[in-house]
């Protein structure tokens, strides 16, 4: 009966997972995981568009946690992507 009921908590603490908040040192390195991620799903041929849009508000949303401003958030992204950028694009 002891592992019935551990396997109920199990099951329990994954309908309700605890909130734990994330060190900036995880968020950082989830960062650059997602810019990697970004830069293989460019480079990737075929329709991965859904992927893209989804990697890329990641990316920008984590951004926004570390308080990095848009700009330099973006210039992430394009140094990360196969289109070709002009320095009067990023200048804004």
Same mark, same amino acid.
């Given at each position: 009966? !002891? $592992?019935?009921?551990? *396997?109920? /908590?199990? *099951? !329990?603490?994954?309908? +309700?997972?605890? +909130?734990?908040? #994330?060190?900036?040192? $995880?968020? +950082?390195? #989830?960062? /650059?995981? =997602?810019?990697?991620?970004?830069? @293989? *799903?460019?480079?990737?041929? %075929?329709?991965?568009?859904?992927? /893209?849009? !989804?990697?890329?508000? $990641?990316?920008?949303?984590? %951004?926004?946690?570390? %308080? @990095?401003?848009?700009?330099?958030?973006? /210039?992430? *992204?394009?140094?990360? =992507?196969?289109?070709?950028?002009?320095?009067?694009?990023?200048?804004?």
């Amino acid at each position: 009966m !002891a $592992e019935q009921e551990d *396997i109920t /908590k199990l *099951i !329990a603490s994954y309908h +309700n997972p605890p +909130n734990k908040l #994330r060190s900036l040192q $995880e968020i +950082n390195a #989830r960062y /650059k995981l =997602s810019l990697e991620n970004y830069k @293989k *799903i460019c480079f990737t041929s %075929g329709d991965v568009r859904d992927q /893209k849009i !989804a990697v890329h508000a $990641e990316i920008k949303m984590l %951004g926004w946690v570390l %308080g @990095k401003p848009d700009k330099d958030v973006i /210039k992430d *992204i394009a140094e990360h =992507s196969n289109r070709p950028t002009f320095p009067t694009q990023l200048q804004k």
